[in-house]
C-alpha cells in the first residue's frame, strides 16, 4: 500500500491531540506543543520549531472549522497561537 492510500484519522480531545495512521498513531499533549500555525490550507501543530504535525482543513467540516480553533485557544498559550480566524 503506497503512503497515499493511508486512511487518517484525527480526534481532538481537552487534554491531548490524537492523530492516528492505520495501524501506527501519535499522541501529542497539548501542552507539548509549542506553536499552533494556520494557514490558508492546514492547521500546523509544532512540536519542535522545524518539525509540526499538520491537519489539511479541506478534511475538516466547515462548521467543525471553529471547534478546532476554540480548542487550540483553550489549551495552547495565547503567544504560541497564530490563527487566521
Excluded: C
Amino acid at each position: 500500500m503506497s503512503p497515499h492510500e493511508y486512511r487518517w484519522t484525527f480526534e481532538f480531545e481537552s487534554r491531548e491531540y490524537v492523530r492516528a495512521v492505520r495501524a501506527m498513531g501519535s499522541n501529542l499533549r497539548w501542552r507539548a506543543m509549542k506553536q499552533v500555525v494556520e494557514t490558508k490550507e492546514f492547521f500546523l501543530f509544532y512540536v519542535t520549531a522545524a518539525i509540526a504535525y499538520y491537519l489539511p482543513k479541506r478534511i475538516v467540516a466547515a462548521q467543525d472549522l471553529a471547534g478546532v480553533r476554540d480548542l487550540v485557544h483553550a489549551h495552547v498559550a495565547r503567544n504560541r497561537v497564530k490563527l487566521a480566524a
